[in-house]
């Protein structure tokens, strides 16, 4: 074994030791809300693919019409070749569609928090960060890289925001608050109309994560952000979930992508997204604003899951979304709970530390439009055999 491999060989021992290994599983998305996994069938509730259009034709044809037409790969970075009048075009539909003036487009979402957070930071020396403490990874990442020290509040206790402003963000120059309009693993909701205010308030600028809410929730499907055109300073959101593609948005003031353009590491030094994620996504503009039959039906598919938790006796949390958490407790527990429903039939992934706070290992259930209310009951029934 190389001298490499015997120290990652030593690192892993801890992680198995921990009880924390994890592994990589084939699996498939299958239509009405199932995957193929080792050959079976199983009900899908691990999935982010909440509108169906992962496997949509309208998607598929388009990504291929425009890979015929421009090929499969951009050529270059963006400032370099790699920018085709479909990018532009397409950050002008992004826009429109966020309701702002002008949008620019990340290889992923991750990509675009770990290169715009530190872009934006690097604007004003000292300013000052205040995180809900259970923003995605890929923020924390893009604090950590700029080498900020981020003050975090309690989980949309706003209350805990203000005071950490008032104490800790008074003699900054600048404040910036970073959180999500819909929490990934508890499918909550952050009250944006408070934060606004809070943040004009404060003199502090606002960034929201909408992942979980592109697509899905407000107004045809534009975001929590679109309910409150002009009041977010900047939003990013992903075309990798609900949107059925890949590939990720930032969305602001024509000052911010312009600033962005010129700042942006992850945005500067990388090849453009090539015409088959462009396609995709286009094509999922097009279908995304008239699915208000699917989102009605997912948040019906949310009360009934919540009400049958409630009748198990299981805590979701503050989950008002399309994301259902059922909160067990134990990492032993949820992982017993997981494998008992993957035997069943259904793929509930649990979800344990790190991503999760110890103590809260859970399931996470995440709906799909094309689940039927009898999968949502046929879930429960397992769930109840299996506690
Ligand atoms: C999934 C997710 C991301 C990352 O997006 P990708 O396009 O999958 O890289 C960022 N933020 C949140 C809240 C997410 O859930």
Do not use: C
């Amino acid at each position: 074994m190389s001298r490499l491999d015997s120290h990652l060989q030593a690192a892993l021992a801890r992680i198995d030791k921990a009880g924390q290994r994890r592994t990589l599983r084939a699996t498939a998305l299958a239509p009405r809300g199932r995957v193929i996994r080792d050959g079976r069938e199983l009900v899908d509730f691990s999935s982010n693919d909440y509108l169906g259009l992962a496997r949509h034709p309208l998607l598929t044809e388009r990504a291929r019409e425009w890979t015929a037409r421009d090929g499969t790969g951009s050529g270059a970075s963006r400032l370099v070749t790699g920018t085709s009048a479909a990018h532009l075009a397409l950050e002008a539909r992004i826009a429109a569609f966020k309701g702002t003036e002008a949008a620019l487009l990340f290889a992923s979402g991750w990509q675009a928090n770990a290169a715009v957070i530190p872009a934006l930071l690097a604007a004003t020396p000292g300013v000052a960060v205040f995180t809900d403490r259970l923003i995605h990874a890929s923020m924390h990442a893009g604090v950590a890289m700029a080498g900020v020290r981020q003050h975090r509040f309690r989980h949309n206790d706003l209350d805990h925001l203000e005071t950490l402003l008032a104490s800790k963000g008074a003699d900054a120059p600048a404040r910036l608050i970073l959180t999500e309009s819909v929490f990934s693993m508890d499918g909550d909701r952050a009250d944006l109309p408070r934060l606004t205010a809070i943040a004009e308030a404060h003199d502090a600028a606002l960034f929201v994560d909408e992942a979980h809410a592109t697509g899905v929730l407000g107004p045809q499907g534009r975001g929590l952000s679109a309910e409150m055109p002009g009041r977010i300073d900047l939003v990013m959101g992903t075309f990798s979930k609900a949107l059925g593609g890949f590939g990720a948005y930032v969305a602001g003031s024509r000052v911010l992508i312009d600033y962005l353009v010129n700042t942006a590491s992850g945005f500067i030094f990388t090849t453009a997204p090539p015409p088959a994620v462009l396609g995709a996504i286009d094509a999922a503009l097009d279908l995304v604003p008239g699915m208000d039959a699917e989102r009605a039906h997912l948040a019906a598919l949310g009360d009934r899951l919540r009400e049958g938790l409630d009748a198990l006796g299981l805590d979701h949390g503050h989950s008002s979304t399309q994301i259902v958490p059922a909160v067990i407790g134990a990492e032993e527990d949820a992982m017993a709970l997981s494998a008992k429903l993957e035997a069943a039939g259904f793929l509930a992934s649990a979800i344990r530390p790190p991503t999760v706070p110890p103590g809260t290992s859970r399931l996470r259930l995440a709906l799909r439009a094309s689940h039927s209310a009898a999968d949502i009951d046929a879930l429960l029934a397992a769930i109840g055999d299996a506690l």
